[in-house]
């Protein structure tokens, strides 16, 4: 079975936090033990796992990928010039994997499941499927 | 079961769209439902997942990775001279996975899978594995 | 059946070899096929797979992300001063899925599983799970 996860991003560039939608949805599968993977669908965004407590660490997460990867470009050749997201995408991943163990997503104790939008606002979604085993 | 994707590249930075590949050894496989991984044996090539519309994205993709890690830096000390090649190589990843729902990949309406060779052109190989659930 | 290696590292910026620890944790479990996945707890720390025969190649990827992620920069805000190793532990990922293949990693023959640890020396643990399928 398949999850989705809608999304309304409010930025150009954003980290939300999904990690409590992730969780409901094992929770409401009553899987014990496997594998979780949340896919973000779209080449302008994707997904990372990193810390949960300093919202300044998305800050300087942001803005650093921005500073090596720079919306403008002169170089640049696609129309739309949106390079730099199709490249933040590719950096950080289209998706997470996470164990899952004894009913509960296997994170560390600061790691937080982010959605990461690089080329907002947008409506988005990503999907999330459980592999038992 | 594992299957083979035997591919010929053609430069030494190249994105290669496998997609139909991976979606033939899907269907010749006929799961409904699961995780696909697509992994490269290589340490100087990766996979990703981008767009598969407008070819420039590509050109970009590579052309940007390029600048962030040129093939000449001064301070390396690796004798082969491919540094830049395995960087490229952990920053996209050593393979990708999609999900797979009611028999097909569960890719975004612009996603392509793609076998990226960055220390080409050379004879490779990627390998895929289906794993049901 | 989740299994933990307990890794010590001793430098800020390291990849250690944990080909073997995860290796003999396959030959425990006796599982033929497969997928395994490693997996990194810390948000400044991650998993990778690169060349494990010149070991100069994990010197210049470690400098090399100094270079384009350096440990200062002015801009930062987060007060621990290591959002370097953040940006770091995202674009290597916390995680890596090898596929298993009659009873042994189908890693390629220049291929290593490193656990990368970006802001050591400090104690730490990565996560290895198998699927069997």
């Not at 409590?20 to 997904?47: C, F, K, M, R």
């Not at 810390?51 to 050749?77: C, F, G, S």
């Amino acid at each position: 079975m398949i999850h989705e996860i809608r999304l309304q991003t409010k930025s150009r560039d954003e980290m939300l936090d999904i990690t409590a939608q992730v969780e409901g949805i094992l929770v409401q599968e009553n899987v014990q033990d496997g594998l979780i993977v949340v896919y973000s669908p779209h080449t302008t965004a994707g997904i990372t796992i990193n810390e949960n407590a300093d919202p300044d660490v998305q800050k300087d997460i942001l803005r650093r990928l921005e500073e090596i990867y720079p919306r403008d470009n002169a170089n640049d050749r696609h129309i739309e010039g949106n390079s730099a997201a199709h490249l933040k995408a590719s950096t950080v991943g289209a998706s997470q994997s996470v164990i899952i163990h004894e009913g509960t997503l296997l994170l560390g104790r600061w790691q937080g499941i982010y959605f990461c939008e690089f080329d907002g606002p947008r409506m988005r979604s990503c999907f999330v499927k459980i592999i038992s085993g």
